[in-house]
């Protein structure tokens, strides 16, 4: 809220015609229901009465350069050292292009440009003077476009021909510093720049104090492919979801870890945190030579175990590539109804004891995954056939023990028929 009241009088300074108001959406449920407000903070533009989600970032800047982009000012004009002197206390990251007229083919990709991204300022001006002011190693020149950061590699120049596409390319690939901080502020804008492999060094800011500096070289190499985040382990809301994600909540260690959106697969580097680990990371990850990593529980003792106890590490071993039947219960520790399929599980294994070729176990699917294992209800009961582990049979779980007894045995002599009708 400070962040979109600071944005309301930058607005008002500029004199921008967009009026900037705020709804307590608890005093007014009614008004929140009919915009179909799903969650807080939600910010929403309106033109002629009709909405749009914001999609900018969170800081007073990002507020003003979204909502001017649009409300019809996509780019700046600097006519005046003045101007340029002022518009460089206002503003940190910003797209510069130096044309010798405002029209024309180039001028109008370049505008384009401006339209369509969402997030950075652009400026313009016909002026070499006032353009070395915004970007200091600008070269005079018939055509120029730069990018300006606060971060070290501060002015990139573009080398491309003047196309929207090219030039919102260019602005993908270097927007962000090699490498990324994450922020509760920049958190949104991260997460949605999903056009990249991502890289996250889950650390202590110390330990990646060491690593910072040739780090910057290994982003340099994978710039345009892969971004680099650095995630302080200390901040809890910032690094858990991540540690999570690969089983490693406890950890005290740095954690190098990588996720693909568009497949749902996470990759974790499993030797020690160096540079050059991380860059042979990054290139197995884009040649396709990095395993998918999947989470798994150290391997249990089940000897003499009535029902035994799966891990990810083991599910190949005790479900796929057992000769056996096998009744496989999943269950998840915050499951409600998970206890009572699991007693279920125990009179049900006690019930069949001593019979050979029937196997009861079970597994937690919060702390174990495997490929072969995608299951979206818990509590979940498949029945194995011990000829086909590819196609498990799905038992109900709101049925009682001695319906699934019955079950069991239905699936058992089918199987033992068809065993008979082979021989």
């Not at 500029?14 to 307590?24: H, N, Q, T, Y």
């Amino acid at each position: 809220m400070p962040k979109f009241a600071e944005a309301a009088t930058a607005l008002k300074e500029l004199g921008s015609p967009l009026l900037m108001a705020k709804i307590d959406a608890e005093r007014y449920p009614k008004v929140a229901s009919t915009l179909e407000i799903k969650g807080f903070p939600t910010l929403l533009l309106f033109v002629n009465g009709t909405s749009q989600p914001y999609t900018g970032g969170f800081s007073a800047e990002e507020l003003v350069i979204w909502a001017r982009k649009k409300t019809g000012v996509p780019i700046i004009r600097i006519s005046s050292d003045a101007e340029a002197r002022h518009f460089l206390k206002k503003h940190t990251m910003f797209v510069v292009g130096v044309f010798e007229k405002f029209e024309g083919p180039d001028y109008d990709e370049f505008t384009k440009a401006a339209e369509m991204d969402n997030e950075i300022q652009f400026v313009e001006t016909n002026n070499a003077e006032f353009a070395k002011h915004l970007f200091p190693d600008f070269k005079p020149t018939r055509l120029f476009l730069g990018l300006v950061k606060s971060e070290p590699e501060k002015y990139t120049d573009y080398e491309g021909i003047f196309s929207t596409d090219g030039i919102l390319q260019f602005l993908d690939d270097n927007k962000f510093p090699l490498t990324t901080v994450l922020t509760e502020l920049n958190a949104a804008r991260v997460y949605s720049n999903t056009n990249k492999l991502q890289v996250l060094i889950i650390a202590e800011p110390d330990d990646f104090k060491k690593l910072v500096e040739p780090l910057q070289d290994v982003a340099r190499k994978f710039k345009s492919k892969i971004m680099f985040i650095f995630v302080d382990i200390r901040e809890e809301n910032l690094a858990k979801p991540f540690l999570s994600m690969v089983g490693l909540e406890e950890s005290k260690d740095s954690v190098v870890v990588s996720f693909n959106y568009s497949s749902s697969l996470k990759y974790l580097l499993e030797s020690d945190t160096t540079p050059t680990s991380i860059e042979d990371f990054c290139s197995g990850l884009l040649s396709g030579t990095v395993s998918p990593y999947y989470k798994s529980q150290p391997i249990p003792d089940n000897k003499n175990m009535s029902i035994l106890t799966v891990v990810g590490k083991t599910f190949d071993e005790l479900i796929l590539n057992s000769p056996e039947n096998i009744l496989l219960e999943i269950y998840t520790p915050w499951c409600i109804n998970c206890e009572t399929t699991s007693k279920q599980m125990e009179k049900l294994a006690k019930h069949f004891k001593g019979l050979d070729n029937l196997i009861f176990a079970r597994i937690d699917a919060s702390l174990n995954e495997h490929p072969k294992l995608q299951v979206d209800d818990y509590p979940t009961l498949l029945f194995y056939l011990a000829d086909d582990k590819t196609n498990p049979i799905p038992l109900p779980t709101k049925s009682s023990t001695k319906e699934l007894a019955a079950l069991i045995n239905k699936n058992l002599k089918e199987y033992s028929r068809e065993i008979r009708d082979e021989l």
